[in-house]
Each structure stands twice: as C-alpha cells, then as structure tokens.
C-alpha cells in the first residue's frame, strides 16, 4: 500500500521560510518522479514542482522559481520543498505526488497523492 505523509507546514510571515517534507512507503522511492502541487481556497489544485527519479532534474512553476527548491533523499524516501521569501499568495494546502503517467505538471499525471498540509503566509 502507498502512502505519502506532508509534514513541515504552519504560519509564517511575508518572507519566511518553511520546509516541508514528503515521506514514503509502499513504493520504489528511487525510480519515482515526485511532485509538489498546492490548492488555495477556492481555486483549482496547481504544479508547484517536480524532481525526476533518476537524474534528479529539477522544474518549477513561475510563480515559485527562484524561491522554492525540491530535492530528495532517496536513502530517506524522502522529498523536501524549501519555501524562501514567502509571500501571502502562496498560502495553500501543499500535497506531494507521485507520477504516474502523462503530463508532469498536471495533477492527473500522479497517482499518488499525500493528504496534505497546510501553509499560512500573513502578510
């Protein structure tokens, strides 16, 4: 059984930063394409960043370049999102996701999600 746990959420400042992490069981970690997607209220689920399995090749949405990082540990099954600078529009649930097929940047090329968790920017 797959399963993905998000840990790291909270409130934080405009300019803050938080990390949050993504653990994993039930899957071969290693070979998995990983992904970051947020929800805000009210709005459509949206690709935050994906890390790929074997190169570790990285790729972000706009709106987040330059400010959040994804990487892995593969010896921890683990994937981290580095929040830097923190703005209020960035408040969100924040799921991890595992690829499945199709697009990389859509939440229907995962398969597997994580319940979330929850991040609050004040402005």
């Known amino acids: 059984q797959v399963q993905l746990v998000e840990s790291g959420g909270g409130v934080v400042q405009a300019g803050g930063s938080l990390r949050l992490s993504c653990g994993s069981s039930?899957?071969?970690?290693?070979?998995?394409?990983m992904a970051w997607f947020r929800q805000a209220p009210g709005k459509e689920r949206e690709f935050v960043a994906f890390?790929?399995?074997?190169?570790?090749?990285?790729y972000y949405a706009d709106s987040v370049k330059g400010r959040f990082t994804i990487s892995r540990d593969n010896a921890k099954n683990t994937v981290y999102l580095q929040m830097n600078s923190l703005k209020p529009e960035d408040t969100a649930v924040y799921y991890c996701?595992?690829?499945?097929?199709?697009?990389?940047?859509?939440?229907?090329?995962?398969?597997?999600w994580g319940q979330g968790t929850h991040v609050t920017v004040s402005s």
């Open positions: 039930g899957l071969t970690f290693s070979s998995s394409t």
């Open positions: 890390i790929t399995s074997s190169t570790s090749r990285t």
């Open positions: 996701a595992r690829r499945a097929s199709g697009s990389a940047t859509s939440p229907n090329g995962y398969g597997y």
